[in-house]
């Protein structure tokens, strides 16, 4: 066994806490200190989320993202020469320390790593628990997803970015998002009092989690059941609009406002929009709150290959299997990103001269690269100038991106560099 | 409203109980008394049933059934001609009540039928919330693929139908399992303390619902949690071998053995032997316990169609597109049946000369049929040798196929007729 350090906690590493060294879930049955039980409120926690994380719908209720089995597009499997070639990548981590390829990938903690460059996938490797048919949850990358569809909305001038979310959802007067803005929820502007720490047990976004059901909820419980009953509980704080803020309940609202708006619930939404004209081969699965409404802010699962379709489509401008399915226009204007004056308070000291816009992070570097990030390692990095897509999915057992981006940084960087120079 | 009487009770007819008329689960969100939630243990309860049936996985942990999208085999849509022929049909019930075709899908709150002659779709229709693409509850239709699968084990000589249980589980020894062989598994004749009886809460199919978590827990709950902690409880009554009596916690057993033969749960093990090579369009959903054991008696959902192909596979005599996927001799053999000496005692005057054999209901009429039949009306009706199948997932607000054979019998033979006459 090995382990590393971080903040003062060793952690088993990659190799030691893969779910087949340690018998999680292995046997008929596997051993009682084996298994992984819901109710045991440690399947999101390391090293069980070695294996949960790509066995979400075992745990909890989930609704299908549907592919459209008469419109699948398959992708070749990256040439042997190329993926050989990328392994011999040495970069050096934010700390100065180098590692080979193979590093980088253990120390985050790597589930599944795709790559695609000039519309070929050159990369390709799974670690783990994840197989190339199993969806791994994705955490915030749904948000990414769905704000999407919420910009072709507005491009389409069905949905308006001006609107007060009351406009569609009065169910939230007298609540944060009561003079909130549809723009204001996109960007995370709003100044609403929720605090999205994982490592604090006693922050806002357990109240998140138990009303969700992502988690077994305390007994006895008094808190709300169902995210639309938590939502209007929210309470403002500061001001809307100034400054880059990162609230996980913000989509939700999104979602709600979309769904009032297009008579469609989110699965079937996603599939139509996305997984069916994007050529998907395997389902998507969206975690379900005990009342039936999909978690929009970080419940989708995925597979890698899936994963990568979506960064492919954003960095072919909105075109798949040659028909533009996201306008070219919404492409554009996030690779034009937000406010970049508005980030810097947020304190992400790793992202200098970032943005956020439209739930995605936003580099502003040459190649027009803008990211998809969820916590515990989950990754879409897109850069439609340099015709590149990185899709990771991960269980490092640190939630926060902070805790990778040391050495995930300067290996997109250094790969970005080997294929495009 | 419209409503129908059985025992003394009122139902609300199949038009007046639509979940689209009623309002379940229709809205962002849907009124409070039109939401259909776990915890409320009314989801497996009419009128609910007639929605959740066909959304299980939104309720419940399950495990994905996959297909393999690189051989979906498409099924043609019915000619009009036919599917408006087989309309005009019009049959007695048992109790010589003249019926029209459709009246005899309704009175049967069939949710989706789809019948195949020669090798064709002739007719495919749908009701209420089930929708081609949805997988819906099949209850013990789940009992009739996986013995199916034992059988074809047994075929190969990888299982032998004379072990003892205990020869591969040493966990049921002490139990009501301990003396029992596969044999006696497979056609139901084991002795064994539990009773059927989904009308009487304080019956053992309870303490399964519990354990499988289909049911929420009573709290305080000091029972068995996960199917495996369960079926070592189960006590000896009477003989085995003598008589068919109907458990389904036998084939709970038989796949604990097949999983620990094979080394693989169930899930992979069904969608390998038959979802992969029989070309199905979606993935089925397997509902799993606490403990991520597949509910094997009762928890698969399937698509009407999927169901078809299976359907089709075993009319066929285990071909489908061109390969032998199960043997010949399994089907041939399940033709045969049973002892139809051990079938009287068990009570089903509606079912006059049937044998009971390898999780199958085999009818011994002229046309070698055998029945896949699961509570609330799901239904596969196989005849090899009038090359018809009959496929039909319902919600009748009565579990016991008792209560809908008087419509269902006379259906299939009306329809029987019609077609091969």
Known sequence: MSVWSFDGTDYL??????????????????????????????????????????????????????????????LAVPPLSQQQAIETIRFKDLSDQELSWEHGLLRTY??????????????????????PNYPHLSFSLTKSYLATLAATLIHHGTLNDGWLVTHLIPELKGSAYE????????????????????????????QYAWATGMRPKPNPYTGPTGIRALLPTLKKHGDHGNAFDYKTPNTEVLCWMIERLT????????????????GCEFDGSLIVDPTGVAVAGAGLSVTLRDLTRFGALLCHYGVASGRQIIPEAVVEDLMRGGDVTHFPQADYPLLPGYSYHNQWWVTHNPAGAFEGRGIHGQRLYVAPKAELVIARLASHPIATSAANDPITQPLIAAVSRFLCS
Chains 1, 2 share one sequence.
């Not at 790597?110 to 197989?131: N, P, Q, S, W």
């Open 110 to 131: 790597t589930d599944g790593i795709a790559i695609m460059h000039r519309g070929h996938l050159v990369y390709e490797r799974y670690f783990g628990a994840l197989r």
């Open 263 to 278: 008579g469609q619930s989110t699965a079937p939404f996603l599939s139509e929009q996305l997984w069916a004209p994007l």
């Open 179 to 206: 003079d909130a803005t549809v723009r204001q929820l996109l960007d995370m502007e709003v100044g609403v009092d929720y605090s999205e720490d994982y490592a604090d047990r006693h922050s806002a976004v357990w």
């Open 13 to 74: 590493d990659a190799a030691s806490s893969d779910p087949a060294t340690l018998g999680w879930m292995q046997g008929f049955p596997p051993p009682n200190n084996r298994l992984i039980r819901f109710s045991d409120d440690r399947c999101l926690e390391f090293p069980e989320s070695r294996w949960s994380l790509s066995h979400i719908r075992e745990l909890m209720a989930t609704t299908a993202v549907q592919r459209d089995p008469s419109r699948v597009v398959s």
